[in-house]
């Protein structure tokens, strides 16, 4: 099988085409030098799936200035404590913006081309450290609109993406189609055993905030800020997406992000949560585990972020002030 785990496809400049929710006709330029990418950028914007963010950050920690705030679309598995740091260890401090969804949804069409399903209506946004969060959300309004919705700190991001419970329930109970190849609409597919298994899933994750002292979004307000749909149960909404054209395609292989990306660096760290708020993820664990069973390796095992930073040891004080003011430059 070809690994979903961090193929690097080579980037194509030049002409670039989107459709669909957004349209977009124009030319983009690929640097051929890291370094001179990030001397001539004003803001890091980090957009890619969560099992290349630690590959990344090492790359990108060496060239950034004070000068330069980060923004990570979306961010996952603490990734923004790692990169904070690697920053401190060069004495250097910038304000790091998190999302806890992406702005789009959108299928690659090809190598200049992308669809857009739908542009999302709110993002929640948080900072490390967490005094910068004003500047942080004039930033991201000021570059992608009105969308952004503060949250208190990286701990609440931690806890506000929803996209690996959600994919969980769907991937898990639609494994057969993946695997088979399957052209199938996503959002017809959220039947209502797949809704209750999603909402089952996000009870732990709200029972985990809730140990933790924080107000999060629940799944079903996440479908219909994200997907303008009215409030209902979750698999009413993903039904009305489809009805309306908008459901989208669920993964035709079972070499999907939703598996190898979203077990490892988002199910993982809610479970970790989970554990260490005392408050286990019986749901969540038990997806990673049936998953890696599927996929025959150790999907647990594959995040590479998590055990550099050593959260489980810190207990929960420690973490959440960690959450709140990143690393400081050691003395």
């Not at 409030?231 to 598996?259: C, K, L, T, W």
């Not at 150790?298 to 995040?303: Q, T, V, Y």
């Given at each position: 099988?070809?690994?979903?785990?961090?193929?690097?496809?080579?980037?194509?400049?030049?002409?670039?085409?989107?459709?669909?929710?957004?349209?977009?006709?124009?030319?983009?330029?690929?640097?051929g030098d890291l370094g001179a990418a990030v001397a001539a950028a004003d803001v890091i914007?980090?957009?890619?799936?969560?099992?290349?963010?630690?590959?990344?950050?090492?790359?990108?920690?060496?060239?950034?200035?004070?000068?330069?705030?980060?923004?990570v679309s979306s961010h996952s598995s603490f990734g923004a404590l790692y990169l904070s740091?690697?920053?401190?260890?060069?004495?250097?401090?910038?304000?790091?913006?998190?999302?806890?969804?992406?702005?789009?949804?959108?299928?690659?069409?090809?190598?200049?081309?992308?669809?857009?399903?739908?542009?999302?209506?709110?993002?929640?946004?948080?900072?490390?450290?967490?005094?910068?969060?004003?500047?942080?959300?004039?930033?991201?309004?000021?570059?992608?609109g009105d969308r952004f919705v503060r949250r208190d700190g990286l701990l609440a991001i931690?806890?506000?993406?929803?996209?690996?419970?959600?994919?969980?329930?769907?991937?898990?109970?639609?494994?057969?189609?993946?695997?088979?190849?399957?052209?199938?609409?996503?959002?017809?597919?959220?039947?209502?055993?797949?809704?209750?298994?999603?909402?089952?899933?996000?009870?732990?994750?709200?029972?985990?905030?809730?140990?933790?002292?924080?107000?999060?979004?629940?799944?079903?307000?996440?479908?219909?800020?994200?997907?303008?749909?009215?409030?209902?149960?979750?698999?009413?909404?993903?039904?009305?997406?489809?009805?309306?054209?908008?459901?989208?395609?669920?993964?035709?292989?079972?070499?999907?992000?939703?598996?190898?990306?979203?077990?490892?660096?988002?199910?993982?760290?809610?479970?970790?949560?989970?554990?260490?708020?005392?408050?286990?993820?019986?749901?969540?664990?038990?997806?990673?585990?049936?998953?890696?069973?599927?996929?025959?390796?150790?999907?647990?095992?594959?995040?590479?972020?998590?055990?550099?930073?050593?959260?489980?040891?810190?207990?929960?004080?420690?973490?959440?002030?960690?959450?709140?003011?990143?690393?400081?430059?050691?003395?």
């Amino acid at each position: 099988m070809a690994e979903f785990e961090r193929r690097q496809a080579q980037p194509v400049g030049g002409d670039h085409h989107a459709g669909g929710a957004l349209t977009f006709e124009g030319k983009v330029g690929v640097a051929g030098d890291l370094g001179a990418a990030v001397a001539a950028a004003d803001v890091i914007l980090l957009t890619m799936p969560g099992n290349g963010h630690r590959a990344a950050m090492d790359a990108v920690a060496p060239h950034i200035r004070p000068d330069q705030p980060v923004i990570v679309s979306s961010h996952s598995s603490f990734g923004a404590l790692y990169l904070s740091r690697a920053l401190a260890l060069r004495g250097v401090s910038v304000p790091i913006s998190v999302w806890g969804t992406t702005l789009l949804t959108a299928r690659v069409q090809g190598p200049t081309s992308v669809r857009v399903n739908t542009v999302r209506q709110k993002i929640d946004v948080a900072t490390l450290p967490a005094g910068a969060i004003e500047e942080g959300h004039a930033l991201c309004t000021a570059l992608f609109g009105d969308r952004f919705v503060r949250r208190d700190g990286l701990l609440a991001i931690a806890l506000s993406n929803l996209n690996p419970q959600n994919h969980l329930g769907i991937a898990l109970l639609n494994l057969t189609r993946m695997e088979k190849g399957e052209t199938w609409g996503q959002g017809e597919h959220v039947t209502p055993a797949v809704g209750r298994v999603i909402e089952a899933l996000d009870a732990e994750r709200l029972a985990i905030a809730d140990r933790f002292g924080l107000k999060v979004r629940t799944v079903r307000e996440h479908f219909s800020l994200s997907f303008h749909v009215p409030m209902a149960s979750v698999s009413e909404m993903n039904q009305q997406m489809h009805a309306e054209g908008r459901g989208g395609f669920g993964p035709a292989a079972f070499d999907s992000r939703y598996i190898f990306e979203d077990v490892p660096f988002g199910l993982v760290p809610t479970a970790l949560l989970g554990r260490m708020s005392g408050h286990p993820a019986l749901l969540h664990e038990a997806g990673i585990a049936l998953l890696s069973a599927a996929a025959g390796r150790d999907l647990a095992s594959e995040n590479d972020i998590l055990p550099s930073l050593e959260l489980e040891r810190q207990g929960m004080d420690a973490l959440m002030a960690l959450c709140r003011t990143g690393y400081a430059h050691p003395a």
